[in-house]
T-cell receptor
């Protein structure tokens, strides 16, 4: 069975500050890891994903995440946030042959001026 | 434009009523999924389908039913047996890969409210 733990339900930060949203997972098989972002009353949008290769993955809007197998983590970081980054962020894991994506409970990032 | 559409955006259900949420995709994806989202709970899988005319229960299938008569369409019916249906419902689709590497793409969601 797979599980995902997002360690913070809410993260308030000031504009232009750095941010880290933490995600830990457990799985008995090789994993594929995803971060999705959800703006209010909208669906989820893929932010970035780790499938294989380099453990550091980046998105087009400045976010990055690092797959750490020994610590079973996939934390999301951004060196300088904008007001427009205010949203809920979900970490998810898949793997094996059951095609199921298991989500964490989400982290609400609020960027204040 | 390729994508996933869900309708309606808002849906109201009366006591004892069945309601159906629509999900259509033109991405030529084989797999489709229905999730329920409650505040602070993340997303929970209701049903998924990997091929036309076949579907499997997810983690919280009780009180819901689905059909997959066409590749493009995967409607979800919330039956009167679902006692707490108020939630945000999200449909997703993906290709299928041998080892679960597929990325799921989401529709804009339907918010179901009980009158």
């Amino acid at each position: 069975a797979q599980s995902v733990t997002q360690l913070d339900s809410q993260v308030p930060v000031f504009e232009e500050a750095p941010v880290e949203l933490r995600c830990n997972y457990s799985s008995s098989v090789s994993v594929y890891l995803f971060w999705y972002v959800q703006y209010p009353n909208q669906g989820l949008q893929l932010l970035l994903k780790y499938l294989s290769g380099s453990t550091l993955v980046e998105s087009i809007n400045g976010f990055e995440a690092e797959f750490n197998k020994s610590q079973t983590s996939f934390h999301l970081r951004k060196p300088s946030v904008h007001i427009s980054d205010t949203a809920e962020y979900f970490c998810a894991v898949s793997g094996g042959s059951n095609y199921k994506l298991t989500f964490g409970k989400g982290t609400l990032l609020t960027v204040n001026p | 434009d390729g994508g996933i559409t869900q309708s309606p955006k808002y849906l109201f259900r009366k006591e004892g009523q069945n309601v159906t949420l629509s999900c259509e995709q033109n991405l030529n994806h084989d797999a489709m999924y229905w999730y329920r989202q409650d505040p602070g709970q993340g997303l929970r899988l209701i049903y998924y389908s990997q091929i036309v005319n076949d579907f499997q229960k997810g983690d919280i299938a009780e009180g819901y039913s689905v059909s997959r008569e066409k590749k493009e369409s995967f409607p979800l019916t919330v039956t009167s047996a679902q006692k707490n249906p108020t939630a945000f419902y999200l449909c997703a689709s993906s290709t299928l890969t041998p080892r679960g590497q597929e990325t799921q793409y989401f529709g804009p969601g339907t918010r179901l409210l009980v009158l």
